[in-house]
């Protein structure tokens, strides 16, 4: 396991790791940033450059905008009075290390059973966009029709309602 | 401990840290961080396993992770409208406060 | 002769590269020509200030700086000596890791977009199979960067600015976006050393530069659109407009911070320009093919400065338009006629070579132009102005 590698998992780490536990919500958001960007070069040192570029610009330059917007219009900056965590934070944290605790024996105990190291699989842009209009391109309509969904009803969500029905 | 297995820890770690914060905290909108977080993590999982696993479609795991990606951004969208929605109705984000069916 | 002087830069690299052992060629290689970009773009950045600075004043019926070395040719180095002595003032509320943070993150975000332009003939620094893509990524971190400059000065003009600028920087990054699509259509490629090498051929002496087909004006007038509300330059410039926000999101910025703003922002200029040219004006390529014999970096370097002279000559003509007018523009007009484009981009490939697909396509597009102009307009209801006086 190189080095490089345990740098940016531990990045990526600490990034969510301060996403989920700092106080100030736009550091969290900030944080998160953090995560993302260290996400995008575990793709990139997966070889996997196409959905490492779509990760930076989909998820750090529209998903991290909007949480942050989202914090501003519901002044998410002032710290609430009864702290940041809920009542019943301990059972949450429970659970949370339960389901950690599951997945690394799953993991490390069929690491026999893992693929070991092979080829990285050669993917060209030309590949992916043929694969996009022949094999893919049903769930490719289909997500072209659920972004269009989202855009409008996220606009008619968070719209302003008329003065009438208040 | 193969790469693959080094990659598939960092993402349930991942995973748990963002289930983590979504059930403790109390703003709605770091619920939704820690539900972006679990997403990456297993689109991380998708990665990792298209890259050491065999290969008989040498596309379906990059290809299953970008639309994953596209639509993440649509939900967080989503989701972040309604939060902000919420927060024109109650005047808080807090969801310790929205024990209620009153509205 | 003309192939040294076309390729001095590449040989010079490898030149020196030569007295390394073999084992670290590669990364002295790349060392080489960051440092080399590192070095060469501020520079340019320099004269930039100076060439704005003069002919802005010229345009404004003045002499522009005349003081500081003959034609005022040393105010930059005047300006950066004055931004290095200066004091470092940082409010005391203001959040001190994201403040410092921000211009940093920006003038990095910036610097990284460098990486992918073919500045001449094999001088790409990484000549990635999806470099558009890298490029348009890392113009996207400039908006966080943005919104932390503003947010942590924890002042209302900054966060205000900040706002405004991130909300036209989202709202342009899909023109911007979809525009260049249409380029990446035709050729079949994202990687920027392609895209260049399809507009390098010649037919009678005439280059086949995608800007000398309908698709392809329509398409560079639209990047050069959202290029300019991209780098918040005038007549899209609201977010730093002196009289309206101060300095918007950089005001409580002083000293070097301010500085790395300054130069983030015609950084970022020469970046798009540059990009500008590669996808639309040919690169490196030349105008005529009986001109090959200049080296292909003069000609890259021309068009980036010929793009930087227009966009100081729009911020001298043009008045700067409000908020909602920008945003309007960019949802209702800007974006329908980029779909539109890739539409005719398609009909120009379908309909074959010949004289047909030149009027068809051109008409296509003059009629849409047409028709959201004249809708706009009537919306508008721009007219003569009425006055109503106080009774």
Redesign the interface.
Known sequence: MSLVFYAIAGLTLAGALAAVLLKNTVHCALALTVAFAGQALLFLELDAQFAGFAQILVYIGAVAVLVVFAILLTRGSETPKDGVYSRNWLAGLVIAAGVFAVLGWAVLGSARALPHETAAPTVTVLQIGNALMSRYVLPLEIVALLLTAALIGAVIVAMHEKEGHK | ??????????A????????????????A??V???I??ML?AA??NL??F??????PE??TG??F???S??????????G??????I?RHAHT????QMNRMKG | MIETADQIFVLLKHWLVGFLPATWQPVAGVVLSVVAIIAFFPALFALTVWIERKGLGRMQNRIGPNRVGPLGILQPVADAIKSLIKEDIVPLSADAAVHFLAPLLLVAAVFMGFAVLPMGRNMTLVNMDAGLLFYFAMGASTELAVFMAGWSSRNKYSLLGAMRAVAQMISYEVPLLMSSVAVVMMTGSLSLTKIVAAQNHYTWGLPHWYIFTPWGFAGFVMYAIATTAETNRSPFDLPEGESELVAGYHTEYSGFKFALFFLGEYLAMFSISGLGATLFLGGWSAPFSFLGWVPSWIWFFSKLMLSICVFIWMRGTLPRLRQDQLMNFAWKFVLPLTLLNLLVAALWRFLGEGWERWVVCSAILLLAYAFMGWEGMRRGHLGPRRYRYAE
Do not use: K
């Open positions: 401990m193969t790469p693959l297995a080094g990659y598939l820890l960092v349930a770690l991942l995973f748990s840290i963002g289930l983590a914060g979504a059930l403790t905290r109390r703003n909108i770091l939704l961080i820690g972006e977080l990456n689109n991380l990665i990792a298209w890259r050491y696993g065999p290969h040498a596309l990059m290809m992770a970008i639309f990606i596209a639509v993440a951004a649509a939900e967080a969208a989503v972040l409208g309604l939060v902000i929605q927060h984000t807090d969801l310790d």
